[in-house]
């Protein structure tokens, strides 16, 4: 059974001083819980953050997320942060591809592969999203969006470490909007998601794959969507930022 993962991601959110207050919060309300040990638990805070918080989720079941990188080591990419500056502070997984990044930022299919294959290349987990506007859903090509970019993605990542990767379906529709996709929404295209995979690296490495839905989940949908068979957790926004709406989606998976 794949284990459940949650990942919390505060975007341009909270300074130095108010991530490490909330991080210390969430490591304390996670101490002893039974939870810490079936559901994989992660925060990515601003990049500003990412030391002081790294020290304080060190040890804890609570990993250390980053919100994108570069698939450059070093060198004049003024504003990027590299995937070994990431990994020298402790990051486990790599948030890439995120709709905001897509739509406000001009970020690329073609982007989000070189940085997939520069995560998984320095051995950290990359969080690919993927998603369809309202538009493309109302044009009924969802399938066809969301397939193109998973496919993107992954080109020229074998099947060993494409096994290793975390999938976020995020309707751009529902992020940060209060609008959630339905239970059978989510599946659905979850279902799709591990049905491509299947056909691209086979079922073995479909099945293990995570698939997490992200857009507008908190504690009260999280349960209906987390119980579907293809929902393997939940990549979250809004609801991540109090210690006490995270820890009810935690506690839900
Ligand atoms: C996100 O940005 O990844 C996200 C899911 O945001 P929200 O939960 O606020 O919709």
Known sequence: ?????????????????????????????????????????????????????????????????????????????????????????????????????RTLFGETDANVNKKTVKVLAEGLIPIVCVGETLAEREGNITEKVVGTQVRAAYQGVSALDAAKTVIAYEPVWAIGTGRTASDDQAQAVHKYIRGLLKEMYGSEVAEVVRIQYGGSMKAENAAGLLTQPDVDGGLIGGASLKVDSFLGIIKAA
Request: proline share 3%; with cysteine.
């Open 1 to 101: 059974m794949r284990k459940k993962i949650i990942v919390g991601n505060w975007k341009m959110n909270k300074s130095v001083e108010e991530s490490a207050k909330l991080a210390t919060e969430l490591v304390a309300a996670c101490k002893g819980q039974a939870f810490s040990d079936k559901v994989d638990i992660g925060i990515a805070p601003t990049y500003l953050a990412l030391d002081r918080v790294a020290g304080i989720v060190k040890g804890s079941p609570v990993k250390l997320a980053a919100q994108d990188a570069h698939w450059e080591n070093q060198g004049a990419f003024t504003s990027k942060i590299s995937v070994d500056m990431l990994k020298a502070l402790g990051v486990t997984y790599v948030i890439l591809g995120h709709s905001e990044p």
